[in-house]
């Protein structure tokens, strides 16, 4: 019974160390699909700016040019509001433009947690709609690459730490509930 008790245990080790290593593998693929998302959302708010201020032009010249001034009072809110919309569409395709050109430069190892810092520490939410598109979009995939290797041994490391760590806390509650035996007396 000795030698058999340890096999589940084992069993459970492996699978959890070799799930963390596959998961971790998948970091510079989904970095990959993260960088194209932001590309793609930065270019679509920069057509939104884009289309703001082609909107907001032709107010303005019929301002001028007509000089009627219950137009211009009419016109000044709803462009102040299109400034505005603009400005924010502006200042999102920057960030994310900023974002974009930070995680591509760096090196390949830095990617997955440069990426991983930018959706941790998003205030505003632009980060929430390329998570969304990069959950959409991205597939399971093995490349083997240097950055899934080095990846993949980190996760296999960091796994078997976790489950390790898991069973142990689990035996130690499994003791503390455990009702004391008592022994039978030789006689």
């Known amino acids: 019974m000795g030698l058999i008790a340890p096999i589940p245990l084992n ?49 303005i010249t019929d301002r001028r040019d007509r000089g009627r001034p219950t137009f211009s009072r009419r016109c000044g809110k709803s462009e102040a509001r299109g400034r ?20 591509a430069t760096a090196p390949p190892l830095r990617r997955p947690l440069l990426a991983a810092w930018d959706v941790a520490r998003d205030a505003s939410g632009h980060q929430r709609a390329v998570a969304e598109i990069v959950v959409e979009r ?25 489950v390790q760590l898991l069973l142990g806390a689990l035996g130690l509650v499994s003791r503390a509930f455990r009702p004391l035996r008592r022994r039978a007396p030789n006689w």
Request: net charge positive; proline share 4%.
């Open 84 to 103: 505005r919309a603009a400005g924010r569409a502006l200042e999102r395709a920057s960030a994310l433009r900023a974002d974009h050109e930070r995680i």
């Open 138 to 162: 991205s597939t399971p995939a093995l490349h083997l690459d240097p950055a899934s290797s080095l990846y993949a041994v980190a996760g296999v490391l960091l796994g078997s730490l976790v």
């Open 11 to 59: 069993t459970i080790v492996l699978a959890g160390t070799l799930g963390a290593a596959l998961a971790a593998m998948q970091a510079p693929t989904v970095t990959r699909d993260y960088v194209a998302a932001l590309d793609e959302i930065a270019a679509a708010a920069r057509q939104d700016c884009q289309s703001a201020s082609r909107r907001r032009a032709p107010a």
